[in-house]
């Protein structure tokens, strides 16, 4: 088990699943995080989405704004993380 897992994310997971519309994530996500954090969140998952279409670092960089870094961790993540990145990319497909 991973060493950030424990009894109080498991709770931020489960309050996570108790949302049930657009409104109330947003609701829970700007009481809960800083815009940063949000906008940063975001970021991320648009990398991954391009990344998973085929387009390139600079095409990426110049269309989210994202760092170099932040796609190649991105990128790391989508080829040997945890595959949260693959179950949502292919889920927002449907």
């Keep these: ?4 897992k424990d009894a ?3 709770k931020l ?3 996570f699943l108790l ?3 657009p409104e ?3 609701a829970f996500l700007e009481d809960v995080a800083t815009i ?3 906008k ?8 991954a989405r391009l990344l998973n279409t085929g387009k390139t670092y600079p095409q990426i960089a110049q269309h989210t704004g994202a760092s170099t870094a932040t796609i190649s961790r991105v ?3 989508l080829d040997y993380g945890a595959n949260g990145y693959k179950i949502v990319l292919e889920r927002m497909k449907k």
């Design 24 to 26: 109330e994530m947003y």
């Design 8 to 10: 109080l994310t498991d």
């Design 19 to 21: 949302l049930e519309t």
């Design 75 to 77: 990128k790391k993540f």
């Design 13 to 15: 997971c489960d309050a």
């Design 40 to 47: 940063s969140l975001a970021q991320r998952l648009e990398v």
């Design 1 to 4: 088990m991973a060493e950030w």
């Design 36 to 38: 940063g954090e949000i």
